[in-house]
């Protein structure tokens, strides 16, 4: 460990001024460097953090955190194990529904989409659409009302608004003296969502579950039953104990199977972005290197008597371990404090620069989430990253200081 000695005389040499100038710059640059990568490393990963919640969040409006259907067909008996679910102490909520593909025609214009059928005083226990209802709610799918609940973008490709019909044409076929014809049926907008997705907002709806089944003939039977959990991130183990537990007959996902793709994509993302904003840090600690070995440069007479005065070699080779240990701590904390603070801050000083400037930096509709940049600071990440820069900034030091500590003092004095 290090002895006062050491540390005196180390703390000494980081706060003196060097006989080259460009010694006590390229210390200084490379303190900042290591500030600025960390802080630059924090402040982006929470960014891309405060994505990947967005983007969690609003598919988990449309997709539970866990789905049950039959591989082979409907549920049958669907209501008792629905109850036998919902005794488990993972699960928090329920809800049945049924589901197929149609096609919707108003105005001239015809859309394919799925259609699910659903319990209106259920769904919120599973889902969130209800919350990011435009105009109208799931309360107003009435059995037997026939209405229909649609995404915005959907209702303005079929150009049609609250109060408006339109067609719902299934791929079932119903036999007429003119022949077989798909199976229609009327129904009234009763409700607008807006999930900020193209995937559910132009491509899914919503009817009561009575009018579904009608619809699509499928008496008391359901296509599945979704469930919410306590911990959305359980979702893996519990999908995968009921599908070990209910056998081949039935088909268990998770919303993270659902989207694995779309979340691989994001996971690969903030990997490769780590590994290109850590190269400033990298940069930092080989600037580190430099100002280190010039130090032991210029402190050459010093490291001589020093050692004249009997300090060992390895007590050399700690007090220029000193200089780089103070200077990645130095970086490591400061940029981790200013990271935190930027990324809690990140939505409001974007704002406040564009209306200082009169100009848009990004603009709102390119993205799904609800703020331009959404931020979640993971305490876990920026400890990593605090670390893995201060561990850098200290293995910077072991080659100066083991040429400090080679130095030999009868060479170095003589030319004093």
Not at 210 to 220: E, N, R, V
Request: charged share 20%; proline share 4%.
């Amino acid at each position: 460990m290090f002895k006062p000695l050491e540390l005196f005389v180390g703390l000494r040499y980081t706060r003196s001024k060097h006989k080259n100038n460009f010694i006590s710059f390229i210390s200084l640059a490379s303190m900042l460097g290591i500030l600025f990568g960390v802080l630059v490393l924090i402040t982006v990963l929470s960014v891309m953090n405060g994505f990947e919640k967005e983007l969690r969040d609003r598919i988990l409006s449309m997709v539970s955190h866990v789905t049950i259907s039959e591989t082979n067909g409907l549920l049958s008996d669907w209501r008792k194990q629905q109850q036998e679910l919902v005794d488990m102490p993972e699960v928090i909520g329920s809800a049945p529904f049924i589901r197929n593909q149609v096609m919707l025609s108003a105005n001239g214009e015809l859309r394919g989409v799925l259609l699910e059928g659903i319990l209106p005083k259920e769904q919120p226990k599973v889902g969130g659409v209800h919350n990011r209802m435009l105009e109208g709610s799931f309360d107003d799918l009435q059995p037997r009302g026939y209405g229909i609940a649609l995404g915005v973008e959907l209702a303005q490709q079929l150009g049609v608004f609250p109060g408006d019909k339109l067609t719902v044409v299934t791929p079932r076929f119903r036999v007429t003296p003119a022949g077989m014809i798909p199976r229609s049926k009327r129904f009234t907008v009763v409700a607008v969502y807006k999930i900020n997705m193209a995937e559910y907002d132009s491509a899914t709806a919503f009817i009561h579950m009575q009018d579904a089944s009608k619809l699509f003939s499928t008496k008391d039977n359901v296509t599945g039953i979704r469930l919410k959990l306590t911990d959305l991130f359980d979702a893996p183990e519990v999908s995968y104990g009921l599908s070990k537990k209910l056998g081949d007959e039935f088909t268990v996902t998770d919303w993270g199977q659902e989207n694995k793709s779309l979340f691989q994509v994001q996971k690969t993302e903030k990997v490769v972005m780590f590994f290109i904003l850590f190269l400033i840090v990298l940069v930092a600690v080989f600037n580190l290197v430099s100002s280190l070995v010039m130090v032991v440069n210029d402190k050459q007479a010093d490291i001589a008597i020093l050692r004249t005065q009997g300090m060992s070699a390895k007590q050399v080779k700690r007090i220029f371990m000193v200089q780089g240990i103070i200077i990645g701590l130095f970086g490591a904390i400061l940029g981790a404090i200013l990271g935190v603070l930027l990324a809690l801050n990140i939505g409001t000083i974007v704002e406040w620069i564009e209306t200082l400037f009169n100009i848009e930096l990004l603009p709102q509709d390119l993205f799904y989430a609800s703020s331009k940049f959404p931020s979640v600071v993971d305490f876990k990440q920026v400890i990593g990253i605090s670390i893995a820069s201060f561990v850098l900034a200290i293995l910077a030091t072991l080659y100066p200081a083991s040429r400090a500590a080679k130095v030999q003092p009868a060479e170095s004095l003589r030319y004093e």
